[in-house]
């Protein structure tokens, strides 16, 4: 699920949770660990003054379109047609089971990278938009990376109209220093984040513009509600911040190349692969097919192709995987 950047149990991470555990399984308070994380979020993701912590990605996403919601005093949301953004109603599919239907009056759904769509269902809803949340690089339809102009339309939109723009890098945040967004040169209102940010513990955060985040800050009159029992547990946090500070730019840098050799190995195999740096997916028309094989020959990916390079891995590894992968397709 690309949430073990540093593979199953890196001894800096298992060194920082056993720490932790000494301290302490969980508390109602904040702690210091929960300060230690946010502020290297912030540190590391320009648009990100201020951070709140969740258990998944799924409960990232939801704080974020209601706080969009309740700044912009707008109902609808926007989001691209087959990206996975976890199981919260609105950004299922629509007429997903379930769901209440009145809920589908409350999203417009467009292509993903259509600039035009973008464009058109903004101008047709701008007075009762939101938000507009967008994976630059959704895994569900094919893991392909947005266009420039794509991303650069939706800032220009959004910020046109007053709707406020939410990232969602909780597959991708590993692409870059402070996530895809900022190879793309957009500055969002909202990021999500999950995966790697827990170092392999349960994760997610909602982070942005100080001015939008105070909308969670309890002490206002009509404050999003944000939290939850384990929310920001101390584990999940030590966890994290050795899992980012052992991913500064020269791993990302040597992991992410790792992933283009390997695409282009496979690639010349025949197979298409779609993704872009550590992150791939191979479109296999067989993709159980191809899952068997694989298992069978001591490579693992996900059941529709999903594979993510880690910082144990080196060249010798993209060799070993390109010797097997051969043996297993032939
Ligand atoms: N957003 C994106 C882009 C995701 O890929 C995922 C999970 N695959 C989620 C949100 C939901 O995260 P979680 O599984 O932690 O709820």
């Given amino acids: 699920m690309t949430a073990l950047v540093h593979g199953h149990r890196h001894p800096a991470i298992v060194e920082a949770v056993s720490r932790a555990l000494e301290d302490g399984l969980s508390f109602g308070l904040p ?42 005093g707008r109902p609808m949301i926007l ?30 759904t467009i292509p993903f990278d259509d600039v035009e769509a973008l464009r ?18 959704p895994n569900r339809p094919g893991l392909v990376p947005a266009s420039r102009e794509f991303a650069a339309a939706a800032r220009e939109e959004t910020e046109r109209h007053g709707i406020l723009l939410i990232v969602d890098e909780v597959i991708t945040f590993r692409l870059g220093v402070g996530g895809l967004h900022q190879e793309y040169g957009v500055r969002p209102d909202l990021v999500t984040l999950g995966k790697t940010i827990g170092g392999g513990l349960p994760v997610g955060a909602v982070g942005g513009r100080e001015d939008v985040m105070a909308m969670t800050d309890p002490r206002r009159r009509g404050y999003v509600e944000h939290g939850g029992t384990f929310t920001a547990n101390p584990l999940t ?10 991913l500064d730019a020269g791993e990302i840098a040597r992991i992410n190349r790792l992933g283009d050799a390997l695409r282009e190995e496979l690639g010349a195999l025949g197979e298409r692969v779609n993704g872009r740096g550590s992150l791939m997916r191979i479109m296999s028309p067989e993709p159980d097919d191809l899952w068997w094989r694989l298992y069978r020959s001591g490579i693992l990916i996900g059941r529709n192709g999903l594979a993510g390079m880690s910082t144990p891995m080196d060249e010798s590894t993209v060799e070993e995987i390109v010797r097997r992968f051969r043996k297993a397709v032939a």
């Fill in 31 to 72: 702690t210091a660990a929960e300060v230690d994380l946010a502020g290297h979020l912030s540190e590391r993701i320009g648009a990100v003054d201020s951070v709140r912590f969740a258990n998944s990605g799924t409960e990232a996403v939801m704080s974020a379109l209601r706080i969009a919601r309740a700044f912009t």
């Fill in 79 to 108: 989001r691209c047609a087959g990206a996975y953004h976890g199981t919260y109603d609105p950004i299922l599919p629509e007429g997903a089971p379930g769901v209440a239907p009145s809920t589908w009056s409350t999203v417009v």
């Fill in 120 to 137: 058109a269902a903004v101008a047709a809803h701008a007075g009762e938009l939101g938000a507009v949340i967008v994976d630059l690089m």
């Fill in 237 to 246: 946090m030590r966890a994290g911040l050795a899992a980012l500070e052992l």
